[in-house]
C-alpha cells in the first residue's frame, strides 16, 4: 500500500537569531564529560574510535546511476508531486530526497534502537541535569560553495526551525528553548526542564542551513531555488512534478567520517514522479526507474510476470522488517459533530471486513493491525499489568472501563464480504448512540443525513474501499469516496478538512516526544499535525508525559502500553494492516549490504545500495 512509509526526514529554518540574543553562555554544559555521541538511556555501542557502522560496505565503489519514486512522505512533502525545494515548511509540495543536502549535527545508527554520533559535531558535552548539551564543532565542515559551517549557522537553524518550520517540526521542539552560539566552533542548546529524553536527539538529527545565504531571503516561503547545502548531494536537474536529481558532490567534506564511510555511493540519485501507482509500475517495467519498494499486494502477487523478471534482469526480493510497523487505518475526524460520539465510531469499525479484503484485494499478504505501536513491545496485551495499572489507576472514571481488561482487538468477519453477525453489531450500536432509521436512511441525532466521505489521493486504494462502503450503505449510511489531486488533498487533510482518510502512525524503537503529533491535544489543535483523529484526551496526554519522563526502557515500554490501552478504546479509527517484510524490485545493477539494519527505516536504498559494474555490464549484454 502506498502509505506504509518507514522512514522519516528530518527539519529546519529561518530568522536572523544569534548569541546575543541570549545572553551569556551556562556553565552547565561544562561539567559533563565529553561523548562522542548519545542515545535516550547513554547506551552506545560503537566506540570512539570506531571505523563504520557494522552494516555498511566500508568498500562500496562510488559512482553510478539510481532512480526509484517516493515510498516516504514527512513534512509537506508527497508522494506525487513536488513544487518547492524547500521541505520542511507548510506551504508547498516539498521535494522528495532534500534531507541529502544537508548535514545535522549527529547522524543516527541503524543498528541501535537510538543512538546517535557525530556528524557536523564531532562531541557533546551533557550537564547533570541533561538541560543544556554543549557541541563541539568539526573545523573542517563546510557548505557546497566552500563556505565554512560554524556553531552560528547551527543556532539560527535550530531557532528558526522552531519559530517558522513546519507545524510538526514546532511541536516536536516545544522543550527546546534555544540554541546560542559561543564562538564558530561551539554552539550551546538547552532544554527545558522534563523535557522529552527523546528531543535532543531529535534536535542533534535536524538539518543545518547556512545562515549566510537566507540573511537576504525569506526561509518560510515555498521556492524552487535550491539552497546552500552541505550534505552528500546537491541539486541536479529537476523539473516540477516530473523529476529531481541529485547529484552526489566529489570532495564532500564529511565522507570519510566513521558515520558515512560505505554510504552515499552512487553518482546521481534520481526521483520520478507518477500521479498514479499503475502508471509507476508500468515506467518501472519499462525501465523509466530501476528500484521500487511495492506496498501494493495485488501488484506483487499478479504483475511481475513482466520479460525482465522471468529472465533475470529485474530481482525480487522480500526483505526483513524488525522495526515497529506503526498503525496504518481509516482515521475519524472527531472534529465534526457526527463523530464525537464513540460508540458511532465503533459502529463503523464493524462494518469493514478486513478478512474478505485480505484474501480478494491483497491476495492474503497482510496481517490485521491492531495497535499504533504494531510489532513492537509496547503492543497492549491481555489484563494490564501492576505497572500499567499504577498509571491508569488515576483515570478510572475517565476513560472507558475497557481500558482495565481485555485491549480492544478489531473483530475477526467469516470472509463473507458481508458478515450479518457484525453487522447487527454496528446497528445496535449506530441505535444505541441515536442514529435511527427513516425511510431506509440513517439519520443522525439532529435528524440530519447520516453521511461519511472517504477523502482519497490515489485510485489504487479504491478497492479497499469497496467492501465497507457497501456495508454502511447496507446499515443506511450514506457512504462515499472523494479521490483529489495530491496537493488538494494535502491542503484539505492539514486544515482538517475531511470526514475520514487514511494516514500511517509511524513510530521510532524508542518513543518520546515523537508521540505528541499524533496523539497529543496540542497537536489536534495544530494544523499540519499527524493528529488527523483530533484526539484530545487528557489521560492520553498525561501517559504521553508519563512516557517522556521514563528513567528506563522498561518504564518507557510501560507507559507506552498504557497509552495504548486507552486510544485502543477511544475508537479513533478503523484499524487497517501490515506486513513485516520489504518486498523490492530491482534492475539488477546494484549491490547491497546482506539485510538492512534491525532500527533502520526502509531498506537502505539508496544510503547504502551501490552501483556494481560487473552486474551493469551483464545487463547491458543481455539487452
Not at 566552533?185 to 535532543?200: I, L, M, S
Not at 536537474?237 to 564529511?254: G, H, L, P, S
Amino acid at each position: 500500500m502506498a502509505h506504509l512509509t518507514r522512514r522519516h526526514a528530518l527539519g529546519l529554518g529561518i530568522g536572523a537569531l544569534g548569541a546575543a540574543r541570549f545572553g551569556p553562555r551556562p556553565a552547565a554544559a561544562e561539567d559533563g564529560a565529553e561523548m562522542h555521541g548519545m542515545s535516550v538511556f547513554g547506551d552506545l555501542k560503537y566506540p570512539a574510535d570506531f571505523h563504520h557502522f557494522d552494516y555498511v560496505n566500508p568498500a562500496a565503489p562510488k559512482g553510478g546511476f539510481f532512480s526509484l519514486i517516493p515510498s516516504t512522505r514527512a513534512y509537506n512533502q508527497s508522494f506525487f508531486t513536488f513544487n518547492s525545494l524547500n521541505a520542511y515548511i507548510l506551504k508547498g509540495e516539498g521535494a522528495q530526497g532534500m534531507d541529502m543536502t544537508f548535514v545535522p549535527l549527529m547522524a543516527r545508527a541503524g543498528d541501535e534502537p537510538d543512538s546517535m554520533y557525530g556528524l557536523a559535531a564531532k562531541s557533546v558535552r551533557i550537564s547533570p541535569d541533561k538541560l543544556v548539551y554543549r557541541f563541539a564543532m568539526r573545523p573542517e565542515a563546510r557548505f557546497h560553495d566552500g563556505s565554512k559551517l560554524t556553531a552560528p549557522d547551527v543556532a539560527f537553524s535550530l531557532n528558526t526551525l522552531k519559530e517558522k518550520g513546519h507545524p510538526l517540526i514546532v511541536v516536536q521542539l516545544r522543550d527546546f528553548v534555544k540554541a546560542e552560539a559561543l564562538d564558530d566552533a561551539t554552539v550551546v542548546v538547552t532544554f527545558a526542564p522534563k523535557h522529552a529524553r527523546d528531543v535532543p536527539l531529535y534536535v542533534a538529527g535536524l538539518p543545518i542551513f547556512s545562515k549566510a545565504y537566507y540573511a537576504t531571503r525569506p526561509f518560510d516561503e515555498s521556492t524552487l531555488d535550491t539552497p546552500l547545502g552541505s550534505g552528500p548531494y546537491k541539486v541536479g536537474k529537476f523539473e516540477a512534478n516530473r523529476y529531481i536529481e541529485y547529484e552526489r558532490v566529489k570532495d564532500w567534506w564529511a565522507a570519510d567520517l566513521a558515520v558515512n564511510r560505505g554510504s552515499y555511493n552512487f553518482g546521481i540519485v534520481r526521483y520520478e514522479f507518477y500521479r498514479d501507482r499503475d502508471v509507476a509500475f508500468e515506467g518501472f517495467t519499462g525501465k523509466n526507474y530501476l528500484f521500487r519498494e511495492e506496498f501494493t499486494a495485488r501488484i506483487w502477487a499478479t504483475r511481475y510476470d513482466f520479460a525482465a523478471v522471468k529472465d533475470g534482469r529485474v530481482k525480487r526480493e522480500t526483505l526483513p522488517d524488525e522495526t515497529p510497523s506503526g498503525g496504518q487505518g481509516w482515521f475519524f475526524n472527531t472534529r465534526r459533530d457526527k463523530f464525537k460520539d464513540s460508540r458511532v465510531r465503533d459502529a463503523l469499525g464493524y462494518a469493514f471486513d478486513f478478512e474478505w479484503t485480505n484474501k480478494t484485494v491483497m491476495y492474503g499478504a497482510y496481517a490485521r493491525t491492531c495497535s499504533p505501536f504494531q510489532n513492537s513491545d509496547m503492543v497492549a496485551t491481555g489484563l494490564p499489568s501492576p505497572e500499567e495499572l499504577q498509571l491508569l489507576e488515576p483515570f478510572r472514571g475517565q476513560v472507558p472501563d475497557e481500558v482495565f481488561g481485555e485491549p480492544f482487538v478489531p473483530p475477526v468477519s467469516d470472509g463473507s464480504g458481508q458478515d450479518r453477525t457484525l453487522l447487527r453489531k454496528a446497528v445496535q450500536l449506530l441505535g444505541d448512540a441515536g442514529c435511527v432509521v427513516k425511510d431506509g436512511k440513517r439519520l443522525l441525532p439532529n435528524g440530519e443525513a447520516f453521511t461519511v466521505e472517504f477523502l482519497l489521493d490515489e485510485p489504487s486504494f479504491q478497492p479497499h474501499h469497496a467492501a465497507f462502503i457497501k456495508n454502511l450503505v447496507q446499515i443506511g449510511i450514506d457512504a462515499s469516496i472523494r479521490l483529489i489531486d495530491a496537493v488538494q488533498y494535502r491542503a484539505r487533510v492539514e486544515a482538517f478538512d475531511f470526514d475520514v482518510t487514511i494516514e500511517r502512525i509511524s513510530l521510532q524503537a524508542t518513543p518520546g516526544d515523537s508521540l505528541r503529533p499524533f496523539f497529543s491535544s496540542q497537536a489536534a489543535a495544530t494544523k499540519g499535525s499527524y493528529n488527523l483523529a483530533g484526539v484530545a484526551n487528557p489521560a492520553i496526554d498525561a501517559l504521553i508525559d508519563k512516557a517522556i519522563g521514563a528513567e528506563t526502557r522498561a518504564d518507557l515500554t510501560f507507559a507506552c502500553r498504557a497509552l495504548d490501552r486507552v486510544f485502543r478504546a477511544g475508537r479513533y479509527w478503523v484499524p487497517q494492516w501490515y506486513r513485516s517484510t520489504h518486498p523490492i524490485a530491482y534492475w539488477d545493477q546494484f549491490s547491497h549490504p546482506e539485510k538492512p539494519p534491525k532500527y533502520a527505516q526502509g531498506v537502505g536504498a539508496p544510503e547504502t545500495w551501490w552501483y556494481d559494474a560487473a552486474k551493469a555490464a551483464k545487463l547491458e549484454q543481455a539487452k
